[in-house]
């Protein structure tokens, strides 16, 4: 964590937390991605009259993943953010808001 605070500094860190708002990054986003992809592709072979093909049934899930709405809540990006941000204020940082 030393080396990762003395690479970059809380300017720079605020700044990548801005663009991960707006574009959000990381393996669930990626997931998610090649999720709407695989349903995009199954769509084209099932009958058009029937059930459509949903992004959720291309994502992975794992035998440790709690689908639970409280796991959902702490996992999603604004939990993310806060802790981030949490982060940069507790180790000295300065967050740039604007």
């Known amino acids: 964590m ?5 690479a970059i500094g809380s300017r720079e860190f ?9 574009e959000p990054f990381g393996p669930l986003r990626e997931d998610a991605r090649f999720g709407v992809l695989g ?3 199954a ?21 440790s993943q709690d689908d639970s709405p409280a796991r959902q809540e702490a996992d999603g990006a604004d939990a993310i ?3 981030m941000l949490a ?7 300065v967050v740039h808001h604007g």
Not at 2 to 6: I, K, V
Not at 14 to 22: I, M, N
Not at 46 to 60: A, C, L, M, N, T
């Open 2 to 6: 030393a080396e990762w605070q003395a």
């Open 14 to 22: 605020t700044e990548w937390v801005a663009f991960y708002e707006l």
């Open 39 to 41: 349903a995009g592709l």
């Open 43 to 63: 769509s084209l072979q099932v009958d058009p009259k029937g059930p459509r093909p949903e992004p959720g049934q291309f994502i992975p899930k794992f035998a």
């Open 81 to 83: 953010l806060a802790k």
């Open 87 to 93: 982060f940069t204020q507790a180790s000295g940082g």
